[in-house]
């Protein structure tokens, strides 16, 4: 009688052992009574290491963290077994060829004596490491974009499909004078920089026309020229051109307004030397 229940219970257990190895998961076991942690092939091979070293004492689990981790690692584990919630990490592991990877590491208390102490403690990581060096690249892509727009000289935006202004570069601040708080969303500049309903309505037609055409040709925003009011109520010639920053930042457009006010000036002094030399001209052949 007793032989099939046995069968089923090596085939139940050979069933589990197999799932767990395909998981892709590093599975551990942690026997708080002997202090003896039970891992998965799985969790060997992520860490390079051997079938010895499927059952070993917690101390050289815990050796394989990083120094600077295992404070924070033995913090939450602590947490855990107080039964403040399961234990959720995200840390590095030292491999056993010396390779430092970044693991999500997830576990729980699943068994605890009378009085509450815990006996065994079960869990897994996945290695992250991948995902961690991508997180880190757009970090510093972000980085050095950031580093471009803040020293242009050209006023530059950036905003979003929900109309909010994200960012102002000091050149933009310092030639009309306004800032986030001043102008947190497109509906807060468009009155300000164009006050004259008529000219706002124009321009937002033109604006939303460019912008219109440059997605279904898939071409280039095609410059417009717009004069805008300063927040000291000075008025500015600028060329104003966007553009749809893709992949690392989806969903946001950069706006570049190019202050012409200067040379729009000395191309209207040199139109009136001209008309004044002309008349000149004009003057001594009659004379």
Known sequence: ERKPV???LRESEARLRNVLEVTGEGIWDWDLATNVVRHNKRWCKLL???????EHPMAEFAACLYDDDRAAVKARVEACLKGNGPYR??????R?????????????????????????????????????????????SEARFRSIIEASPVPLALNDDDQNITYLNPAFV??????RDDIPTLADWWPRAYPDAAYRQWAATEWATRLERARQQGSAFEPVELDIHGKDGLLH?????????????????????????ARKQAEQALREKE?????????????
């Open 48 to 54: 390079g290491f051997g079938e010895k070293f499927l």
């Open 237 to 261: 010639s600028v060329l104003v051109s966007a553009a749809t920053l893709g992949q690392t930042f989806v969903g946001t457009h950069l706006v570049m307004l190019y202050d012409i006010t």
């Open 96 to 140: 056993s060829d010396g390779q430092i990877i970044w693991v999500q590491d997830r576990g729980d208390v699943v068994e605890r004596d009378a009085r509450g102490w815990a006996l065994r403690m079960v869990g897994s990581f996945t290695d992250i490491t991948a995902q961690r060096q991508a997180a880190q690249v757009l970090v510093e």
């Open 6 to 8: 046995e069968n089923t």
């Open 275 to 287: 008309h004044l030399l002309s008349e000149s001209q004009r003057i001594g052949r009659i004379g």
């Open 174 to 179: 310092a030639t009309f004078g306004y800032t």
């Open 89 to 94: 990490s995200e840390h590095r592991m030292r």
